[in-house]
């Protein structure tokens, strides 16, 4: 039995299957329900109504019904897919060419006995990229690299994922200017944007320092021989291109700064500019077809980049499309709405002292059925907030709630960003939690002080 359950859970493609076969069965359960929803006409967001929660009759999955929300479901992400199709495309063009390796071992080679400093200066470079505009999805086609560099600097591919993946996510779970959850959920209490910024940028400090002496300690036993790799039994030797090891000419130089300016622009655009996928997608492939005609390769090796670069990427772009037709399931049977005012009349139980820590365990469940930070926060912050107000909980301390809840649970669910990012390390999310678990539940312990700290004090608007 329990070598047919390790089975089901034996990749992130399996977990988030069999989680969509739970809530489909599920579905023909759970009553159908929704709340009445209105366009602010100012800032075009969808907002809520806490009181108009009623049943509406039930809508049943069809055998056809089931595969048709796969179906959707892979639509539906079609964006977050190219996207990971063309990166992967570029990211191939620059290992092929020897330009990523190149560029690792000359960084290694100039650090000397300090090659340590390369994990916590990339997980600070990441984890601020969450931190100050949200960045989560757009991490997904740099994983891959990360994995190679953790492998190259003499470590494994968990490695590779904590310091992308789980920095990235580190950094949203406690951005202070993250406009697409933080931004949507102050907008609906009404308060200035980005207020509390201090406060959670102390938590964000907090946190990163905790987790960087984590990902180190485990770094530092794997050195030593102390523990075995989550991953030895992975192979990625796909990744590292050991015929081009020592070859950093102008060209792979070349191609490295226009990865690097790629990424720069990536980060103004999707900032300032409003960039989305779409924009992002085309910078991608237009930089992997400028670095394939600067090697000259030719049109068969440029078709075979393609297809390779492809290939490299179609296990995470799998637990995309299926990561999504849970999402689309539980819209179809209408029973998104049942869960969300289920989960808030729970609350309503809790005593006041115990309200925000009872909000951020709600959000975190919240977080599973619907997986998108922004729909999340125009879905509960319209009831949070007047819950909070009956219950004199201070608006910014239920802003706080959510976002830590949210955030929080995007590094352990498997509807959320991290089992797409474990798919892109080639490993399961159960391997994970075997890496993260204990540090996870510190993170527990520490929103729940957060909490605690933010309701007495209390934190203000400002």
């Known amino acids: 039995m329990r070598k047919r359950i390790q089975a089901v859970f034996s990749s992130p493609i399996a977990t988030i299957f069999f989680v969509f076969l739970l809530i489909v069965i599920c579905s023909y359960f759970i009553p159908a329900g929704q709340f009445d929803r209105t366009v602010d006409p100012v800032s075009g967001i969808t907002i809520v109504d806490g009181e108009s929660y009623h049943t509406v009759d039930k809508v049943y999955l069809t055998p056809l019904g089931i595969f048709e929300c796969i179906f959707q479901g892979f639509i539906d992400a079609s964006d977050i897919i190219m996207l990971c199709f063309f990166s992967s495309f570029y990211i191939r063009v620059i290992t092929e060419s020897g330009s990523f390796t190149g560029a690792i071992s000359s960084l290694i080679h100039f650090l000397g006995r300090r090659k340590n400093l390369i994990l916590p200066l990339m997980i600070i470079a990441v984890s601020l990229c969450g931190f100050s505009y949200g960045e989560t999805e757009d991490i997904y086609p740099l994983v891959p690299l990360f994995v190679a560099t953790s492998i190259m600097v003499g470590y494994d591919g968990m490695i590779g994922v904590a310091i992308s993946g789980g920095a990235v996510s580190l950094g949203f779970a406690a951005s202070a200017f993250n406009p697409y959850t ?45 523990i075995k790799s989550l991953v030895s039994d992975i192979d990625y030797s796909d990744l590292m291109d050991t015929k081009h090891h020592f070859d950093f000419g102008w060209k792979q130089k070349t191609i490295m700064i226009g990865f690097a300016v790629i990424v720069l622009c990536m980060i103004y655009g999707a900032m300032t500019l409003g960039w989305y996928f779409k924009e992002i997608g085309a910078l991608f492939l237009m930089g992997g077809v400028f670095s394939a005609l600067l090697m000259r390769y030719n049109t068969k090796q440029f078709v075979a980049l393609v297809v390779e670069g492809f290939r490299d990427i ?81 608006r910014q301390v239920s802003v706080l709630a959510f976002q830590l809840g949210d955030g929080f649970s995007n590094l352990i669910w498997p509807t959320s960003s991290i089992a797409i990012m474990c798919g892109l390390g080639r490993f399961s999310l159960q391997r994970w939690y075997k890496f993260f678990g204990p540090f996870f539940g510190a993170m527990l312990l520490l929103a729940c002080c957060t909490l605690f700290l933010a309701n007495a004090i209390p934190l203000g608007p400002f």
């Open 182 to 226: 933080l931004g949507v959920a102050q907008q609906i209490a009404e308060l200035p944007m980005f207020s509390g910024a201090w406060f959670r940028s102390i938590l964000y400090v907090i946190l990163l320092v905790l987790y960087i002496w984590w990902v180190m300690r485990y770094a530092s036993r794997l050195e030593k021989g102390k």
């Open 314 to 394: 179609m296990l995470g772009v799998v637990a995309i499309g299926l990561a999504r037709s849970i999402l689309v399931a539980m819209t179809d049977t209408l029973i998104i709405d049942t869960v969300v005012y289920t989960l808030f009349l729970a609350v309503r139980a809790l005593p006041q002292a115990l309200l925000p820590v009872g909000m951020f365990f709600v959000q975190m469940l919240i977080n599973f059925f619907i997986p998108s930070g922004s729909a999340q926060a125009s879905a509960s912050m319209p009831i949070m907030i007047p819950l909070g107000d009956l219950l004199e909980i201070n």
